[in-house]
């Protein structure tokens, strides 16, 4: 889904690094095999969420992309069909500092939803959206619209590089890391990038896909 821009200035006349090209090819080709590999498990997942609540399988929402542009973002349904909703009732017991809602013991999240979040899971279809182009394996993290609205002027940096899978946030604590620092490090990565990085990022995101107690 393309098209929505947010007013922050589009790079139209960049052009594509060595770096950028590789790690496009990687992005295919990894979202390709990945989706083959783990259509089986997919299918599985799909069946227990249909099965365990009411509602889709999956979870759609509008995301802000590189340049500003958005896009729908998939993720294996983990909460209740109207959290939505039940998120203005929660909004005082907000454990994030920032314009990002977090919140360890979520009421809206059921029972399966804990363990496919606790393993990260849930997003493996973004795997789909690396394969379109909207989002790459390693990268920071896509945020709503309505929190990019409320970023400060340094955070819109974070928007020059496609969002990620994974990013230094998701293999360093997650929630054990308030708003600024979370912004921080998306910041080091863009500042820093490269094949070596997205690599080690890659292959340390394993582990939260074994269970990371951070993950929630």
Not at 90 to 110: C, H, I, W, Y
Not at 116 to 122: G, L, N, Y
Not at 174 to 203: G, Q
Request: aromatic share 12%; glycine share 8%; hydrophobic share 40%.
């Amino acid at each position: 889904m393309g098209g929505t821009h947010l007013g922050i200035e589009n790079e139209s006349t960049r052009g594509f690094s060595f770096y950028e090209v590789i790690k496009r090819v990687i992005d295919v080709v990894c979202s390709f095999v990945g989706v083959l590999v783990l259509s089986p498990l997919f299918v599985v997942i799909a069946i227990i969420i249909k099965f365990t609540s009411k509602g889709p399988v999956f979870f759609s929402q509008k995301r802000v992309g590189r340049d500003g542009k958005e896009f729908k973002m998939y993720k294996f349904r983990s909460m209740v069909v109207n959290a939505e909703e039940l998120k203005e009732k929660l909004a005082s017991q907000n454990e994030m500092s920032g314009p990002m809602f977090k919140m360890k013991d979520d009421p809206r999240v059921t029972k399966v939803g804990k363990f496919i979040r606790k393993t990260s899971i849930d997003e493996l279809p973004q795997l789909w959206n690396v394969l379109k182009g909207d989002m790459s394996l390693v990268g920071p993290r896509p945020s709503l619209p309505k929190e990019v609205a409320q970023f400060e002027e340094w955070m819109y940096r974070r928007l020059e590089v496609k969002p990620g899978l994974t990013c230094y946030w998701q293999v360093s604590g997650r929630n054990n890391i308030d708003f600024e620092d979370w912004m921080k490090l998306d910041i080091k990565y863009v500042d820093e990038r490269n094949l070596w990085i997205d690599i080690k990022l890659i292959f340390k995101t394993v582990g939260v896909l074994l269970g990371d107690k951070n993950a929630h």
